[in-house]
């Protein structure tokens, strides 16, 4: 898991390892990627994301923290593992109607990893990160 590493300029918009394994809690699940029994990935999904943002109703998760090994980026890994996460989604969240995420403006990969993927733009923007404005995307459940 400690293996998973960001390029520089990406932990600003995501998290290292470490932080992710320390923010665990009743309402934010950590969960990991995997390939070839190997963990190449993580991320998190919020069932309290309503709390945190004015965009998201009750019936409604938050996707966070969605990371993929610096050494494997590029390669595909992160969108399918989000179109695998749209199953798992379905499968174990069913009660909830959508998932939402934002990111930044300035992060034109994840942008289109997410858009490719099958995500939507809200045509909306969060103001509220500590790195600059940020797309609001969701996906139905």
Do not use: W
Not at 18 to 31: I, K, N, Q, R, Y
Not at 81 to 94: D, H, I, P, Q, R
């Amino acid at each position: 898991m400690k293996a998973v590493s960001l390029f520089e300029d990406q932990i600003l918009f995501a998290a290292t390892a470490e932080d992710f394994l320390e923010s665990e809690s009743a309402t934010m699940h950590l969960h990991v990627i995997k390939q070839d029994s190997h963990i190449v990935g993580f991320f998190k999904i919020d069932i309290a994301y309503f709390r945190d943002v004015d965009f998201c109703s009750e019936n409604c998760v938050g996707l966070r923290t969605f990371v993929i090994d610096q050494k494997l980026q590029g390669k595909g890994i992160g969108k399918q593992a989000l179109m695998a996460l749209f199953t798992y989604l379905a499968k174990n969240y069913s009660n909830y109607q959508r998932i939402y995420l934002t990111v930044n403006c300035k992060n034109t990969v994840a942008k289109r990893c997410y858009e490719t993927a099958g995500f939507a733009f809200t045509g909306e923007r969060y103001l509220g990160g500590l790195f600059g404005p940020q797309e609001i995307m969701y996906h139905e459940i």
